[in-house]
């Protein structure tokens, strides 16, 4: 089976815009945080679960974000994750928020999750399982959008 990205559908909130009405850039880390959360739950890897089973944490070491066409109070967006790298001690979760018809690429944005011990916070290797287990959702940027509808930039 291919790998494909892991679709969320959220709509922009109240608490998302200002008072035009169009989001705020902030908000879109909510949207990735959301689907961060369900991509690894769609992997088996239930964050009140896998933290406790490792004994690991995965906080971020980098955070990008770019945009692209603003969205409004009650769009509703589809928030694609995936993972396009997987390194020894971190790997890269990358998000496209994706609406309408035809399909368009709203905003893109990745996070570098690094892997540490939690009671010292010291990097340390991913556990292969997790590895293992985001699998059907690691692929390149290129393929996930292309499996999603994106016309090329």
């Known amino acids: 089976m291919a790998a494909k990205p892991h679709i969320i559908d959220e709509y922009v909130r109240w608490s998302d815009v200002d008072f035009a009405g169009i989001i705020c850039y902030g908000a879109y ?10 991509l690894f739950r ?27 066409r603003p969205a409004r109070l ?32 709203g905003a893109a944005g990745y996070q570098v999750l690094v892997c540490v011990e939690r009671p010292t916070l010291q990097s340390r290797v991913i556990p292969p399982e997790v590895v293992r287990a985001l699998v059907p ?9 292309a499996e999603l509808g994106v016309p090329k930039r």
């Open 29 to 38: 880390l909510r949207f990735f945080e959301i689907a961060e959360t369900e």
């Open 42 to 68: 769609a992997a088996g890897l239930a964050f009140r679960n896998v933290f406790d089973r490792y004994n690991v944490w995965f906080p971020r070491a980098a955070i990008h974000s770019e945009f692209y």
């Open 74 to 105: 009650d769009d509703r967006l589809r928030v694609a994750a995936y993972v396009s790298r997987v390194g020894k001690k971190s790997l890269t979760l990358n998000f496209d928020v994706i609406r309408g018809d035809p399909v368009e690429l």
């Open 137 to 145: 959702f690691t692929l390149s940027v290129d393929d996930a959008r």
